[in-house]
């Protein structure tokens, strides 16, 4: 008989097992543990050329739109409607625009609860890039109650034109870079444009009905406004105007998710090739089913920002510096400090300054401008990665489903 205790034999033949450490992490794959890494991913396509210069496109037919209102003077009065949407950005001042007749400060409070309630949730327009702080001020300035027709007319036909050269120049950005964060073979400069052209019915469309909107439900607030010249009807309106509140909740449920939405409509086009309606219906989904995903995606997108605009900064800040610092060996030191005074000089007085100084000083401002198109090019590449997310959220399409053909009988 076998004693019991003894161990069991062991063959020479099998080798001993020797435990394996069981679920070793091999490779994390970000984009699936943390989706949102896709931002980082378009912060990058931002830096291309194209989107780039799409941006710069879009920056200058903008800037040539607004500077035709000027000359016209739509804005009704002594100054236009953007220098007038550049004097809101102090606390003190009015939300939206600084009439003759400064509006009453507690009236103000009250039509703006969040001015005292969250003081500082205006301030954050002070701190966005000077171009998108204009265009959000400009936005507030129709739906401000006590700005004039001329005021109105003067900021809706910039903001008109605003949407119509992104709807061209957006969904061309939103295309390149939703094609290059699928790894496909993404449109150059020409194309993007040519596809931007065939496209911006759509994008500019979607803006345009859902302002219409707007102003149809805004009618019975216009009625009830003519009951209200008189003082029986102004006591009218103030017993009713609970009811006027919560009718208006529709109207800012449209106008929310037109100022959040429009990025989103624009990359609709862009990523879907979709008609008005879709991007309509996909935007506004997508914003009030997921408001916390929105807000998080954008946040992301601001810290991604810093280190973006950063990088565009001092990239520029480089190339300007380092040009004159290589021409002033030939130059000497006297001859260097003259000629950056009149560079200087150029801004202000040109007449004063020699060609050469106001040829530089021009080519120095086209760097500036195309820093400040860098971060348009970023919004809208910020704004296709924020689609993607959403749609994934919402729908659970992966982020690889772009439309790459036409669908038969478009164009």
């Known amino acids: 008989m076998s004693d019991p205790a003894s161990p ?22 970000w984009s699936e543990a943390l989706p949102w890494w896709i931002l980082f991913r378009a912060a990058g396509v931002a830096f291309s050329p194209t989107v780039i210069l799409l941006a710069a496109l879009g920056c200058l037919a903008t800037w040539a739109g607004w500077s035709l209102a000027d000359s016209l003077r739509l804005a009704g009065a002594e100054r236009t ?60 300035v129709p739906f401000q ?17 605003f949407a119509l050269v992104w709807a061209i120049f957006g969904t061309a950005i939103t295309r390149h870079v939703a094609l290059k964060l699928i790894g496909e073979d993404a449109p150059g400069l020409v194309d993007a444009i040519f596809y931007g052209t065939r496209k911006w019915g759509s994008a500019f469309n979607a803006v345009a009905f859902v302002l219409l909107g707007i102003v149809a439900l805004a009618v019975p607030g216009a009625v009830l406004g003519l009951l209200m010249r008189t003082d029986i009807g102004l006591a009218l309106a103030g017993a009713i105007w609970p009811v006027v509140l919560i ?38 989904s997508y914003l009030y089913q997921r408001p916390l995903h929105y807000a998080f995606y954008g946040l992301i997108a601001l810290l991604v920002a810093l280190p973006s605009l950063a990088a565009a900064g001092v990239f520029a800040d ?37 060609w050469g100084a106001r040829a530089i000083g021009f080519w120095m401002r086209g760097l500036q401008w195309l820093l400040s198109s860098f971060g348009w090019g970023y919004f809208w590449a910020i ?23 036409e669908p038969a009988g478009n164009a």
């Open 247 to 284: 009718g208006a909740i529709v109207l800012a449920i449209l106008a929310v998710g037109l100022l959040a939405g429009w990025p989103l409509m624009v990359a609709a086009v862009g990523v879907e090739r979709g008609d008005s309606f879709q991007a309509i219906s996909t935007a506004f």
């Open 81 to 140: 409607a953007v220098a007038a949407v550049r004097a809101i950005g102090s606390p003190d001042g009015p939300v939206a625009l600084q009439l003759a007749s400064d509006s009453l400060p507690a009236a103000d409070r009250l039509l703006v609860p969040s001015r005292e309630v969250l003081p500082g949730l205006l301030g954050l327009i002070d701190r966005l890039p000077a171009s998108a702080a204009d265009v959000l001020r400009l936005v507030s």
């Open 318 to 354: 480089a190339t300007g510096t380092l040009a004159m610092w290589a021409a002033s060996f030939g130059m000497g030191h006297d001859r260097t400090a003259a000629v950056m005074e009149g560079v200087a000089a150029a801004g202000n007085t040109a007449a004063s300054a020699p």
């Open 383 to 405: 704004a296709t990665a924020g689609y993607l997310l959403l749609r994934q959220d919402v729908d659970g399409t992966e982020f690889d489903e772009v439309v790459l053909e």
């Open 8 to 29: 069991a034999p062991v063959s020479a033949e099998s080798p001993p097992q020797i435990s394996q450490p069981m679920n070793t992490v091999q490779a994390i794959q």
């Open 145 to 161: 109650p006590s700005a004039t027709i001329g005021q109105m007319f003067g900021a809706i036909a910039r903001l008109g034109w």
